[in-house]
C-alpha cells in the first residue's frame, strides 16, 4: 500500500527519514557495484556542518561521472528480488520524461504540485546529478552551456502548471502560453533527450 505524501506542506522530518533509507539503500548498491558517487550541495553541506541534514532541508543530492551513472543504470536493470527503490532516468524507463535522475521509493506517492500530471508516479526520492565533459574551447563551453539553459527554460515552460502563481513572475506566464503549443510538438521527452545530448557531447 502507498503512502500518499503532499509536497504542498511536506513534514520534514518525514522526508528526511525517507530519503535517508533511499540513500542507504543506494550506497550499498552502489558499493556491490563498484559505482563511485558523492553527496552534492545542501546535502554536503548538511553532511559536514550539521552532521546530518540541514534542519530544514528535505531531499538528498547526490553526484557520479557520466561513466558511474551509466554503470548504475546498467546494474539496476540487470538486478534481481525487490524493486521498492527504482532509478527513473531516460535509460531506465520509456516514459520518464524529467531533466534529472531520480532514485525513487515506490511505496510513497509524491504530488509534483507546480508540474502537469506525469504518466508515472513519483516517490519520495535523492536526486542524481551528473559530471560532464566541456569542451577546452571557451566559445563552444559558452554554446554548450546556453543551449542547456535554453532547453531547461522550453522544458519548464512546457510542463508547470498554467494555474499554479505561487513564486512565478508574470512574464514567465505569458511565455508559457504562448510557446506551449509549439513545445507540445517536441515533447517534454524529446526536450530532456536533447539536454542530455549536449551535456555529454564533449565526454
Excluded at 153 to 166: F, T
Excluded at 188 to 199: E, G, M, P, T
Amino acid at each position: 500500500m502507498k503512502n500518499n505524501l503532499k509536497m504542498e506542506k511536506p513534514n520534514v522530518k518525514e522526508m528526511q527519514f525517507l530519503c535517508n533509507d533511499i540513500l542507504s539503500y543506494f550506497q550499498d548498491f552502489c558499493k556491490k557495484n563498484d559505482i563511485e558517487f558523492f553527496l552534492a550541495y545542501g546535502t554536503l553541506l548538511g553532511a559536514v556542518r550539521h552532521k546530518g541534514f540541514i534542519p530544514w532541508d528535505d531531499d538528498i543530492d547526490v553526484i557520479m561521472t557520466r561513466k558511474n551513472f551509466d554503470k548504475l543504470c546498467s546494474a539496476f536493470q540487470k538486478r534481481k528480488g525487490s524493486r521498492r527503490y527504482e532509478l527513473l532516468s531516460l535509460k531506465t524507463s520509456k516514459l520518464y520524461d524529467l531533466p534529472l535522475p531520480k532514485v525513487i521509493d515506490t511505496t510513497t506517492v509524491l504530488d509534483q504540485y507546480l508540474y502537469e500530471k506525469k504518466p508515472y508516479d513519483l516517490g519520495a526520492y535523492i536526486d542524481v546529478f551528473i559530471f560532464d565533459g566541456v569542451s577546452d574551447n571557451k566559445l563552444f563551453r559558452f554554446i554548450q552551456f546556453k543551449l542547456i539553459r535554453i532547453l531547461l527554460m522550453c522544458w519548464y515552460l512546457l510542463n508547470l502548471k498554467l494555474n499554479v502563481r505561487k513564486k512565478r513572475s508574470f512574464i514567465k506566464y505569458i511565455m508559457a502560453i504562448a510557446i506551449r503549443p509549439a513545445l507540445k510538438l517536441i515533447g517534454s521527452r524529446n526536450l530532456c533527450k536533447a539536454i542530455d545530448f549536449v551535456a555529454r557531447f564533449f565526454n
